[in-house]
């Protein structure tokens, strides 16, 4: 009697429906972006490593990430489909806004990349811009504790970044005040995703040094509101800002 295959684990059928659609010309890169992606989504806030018990696997995976197709917009093209497709159905979406600076303290200059930490020029890092689509439930009120039923995450909208540019030579550690760059991730992700215009336009708040969140609220099947009844965005946005946020683990 032959025994019955098993199901597929919930994080390799997720990663298969959100990863599979990668922008790859090689159908084995592809295969190795869902391997991966299951892997992390079983084990999120991990290194490359962790997830993995083979050291090819370990390898490919670095392999993987260093060819010159790897960029996150088609790493995450059938992951942000999907989330277009959701956005567009009946219903409200949250479009949640999360600015952090990456950097990577004592980390030595990586070719190609320049400092990406502390030096004695001051923090370099980066900027990484994200905007992640969730479903707000409807009308709820708060449980007898306070708390707010979880919102279903759909995924990523949007994500941009910005490599911050190096102190002149000869000047203090005290950076001199930016000029407001022509095109910001925050405004390159806007005419992706396309916000709301007002008054719809997303509320932002600022969180901390290095973090600026925001809500911004879209309808299907009915006026748009500003914010929608007892949405509070400390709810959902954590004031913490840190390099080491995991993914979502998969909401099926």
Same mark, same amino acid.
């Given at each position: 009697? $032959?025994?019955?295959?098993?199901? $597929? *684990?919930?994080?390799?059928?997720w990663a298969s429906a959100h990863f599979a659609g990668a922008d790859l010309a090689d159908v084995r890169r592809v295969?190795?972006v869902v391997r991966i992606a299951g892997a992390w989504a079983d084990r999120p806030g991990r290194s490359i490593p962790?997830?993995?018990?083979?050291?090819?696997?370990?390898?490919? +995976?670095?392999?993987?990430?260093?060819?010159?197709?790897?960029?996150?917009?088609?790493?995450? !093209?059938?992951?942000?489909?999907?989330?277009?497709?959701?956005?567009?159905?009946?219903?409200?979406?949250?479009?949640? $806004?999360?600015?952090?600076?990456?950097?990577?303290?004592?980390?030595?200059?990586?070719?190609?990349?320049?400092?990406?930490?502390?030096?004695?020029?001051?923090?370099?890092?980066?900027?990484?811009?994200?905007?992640?689509?969730?479903?707000?439930?409807? /009308?709820?009120?708060?449980?007898?504790?306070?708390?707010?039923? !979880?919102?279903?995450?759909?995924?990523? !909208?949007? /994500?941009?970044?910005?490599?911050?540019? *190096?102190? *002149?030579?000869?000047?203090? @550690?005290?950076?001199?005040? +930016? @000029?407001? *760059?022509?095109?910001?991730?925050?405004?390159?992700? +806007?005419?992706?995703?396309?916000?709301?215009?007002?008054?719809?336009?997303? $509320?932002?708040?600022?969180?901390?040094?290095?973090?600026?969140?925001?809500v911004g609220v879209r309808r299907r099947g009915g006026t748009a509101r500003a914010t929608p009844p007892g949405l509070?965005?400390?709810?959902? +946005?954590?004031?913490?800002?840190?390099?080491? !946020?995991?993914?979502?683990?998969?909401?099926?």
């Open positions: 009697m $032959e025994r019955p295959i098993p199901p $597929e *684990p919930e994080p390799t059928r295969r190795r962790a997830p993995f018990e083979d050291r090819y696997d370990i390898k490919a +995976a670095y392999h993987l990430f260093d060819h010159a197709d790897a960029t996150p917009e088609r790493l995450q !093209a059938g992951h942000r489909g999907l989330v277009a497709e959701a956005l567009r159905q009946r219903g409200t979406s949250l479009l949640i $806004e999360d600015t952090t600076v990456i950097s990577y303290p004592g980390r030595r200059p990586v070719p190609g990349l320049g400092t990406v930490g502390y030096s004695g020029r001051g923090q370099t890092g980066f900027h990484l811009h994200t905007v992640l689509a969730a479903r707000w439930p409807g /009308q709820v009120r708060p449980d007898a504790h306070g708390r707010r039923p !979880a919102l279903e995450v759909l995924g990523l !909208a949007d /994500q941009q970044s910005d490599v911050r540019a *190096p102190l *002149p030579a000869g000047t203090t @550690r005290r950076r001199p005040p +930016a @000029r407001k *760059p022509t095109d910001p991730p925050t405004e390159r992700c +806007a005419k992706k995703v396309k916000f709301p215009r007002s008054p719809t336009r997303p $509320e932002r708040r600022r969180l901390g040094p290095d973090v600026t969140s925001g509070d965005i400390r709810d959902f +946005a954590s004031p913490r800002s840190s390099g080491d !946020a995991s993914p979502p683990r998969p909401t099926g």
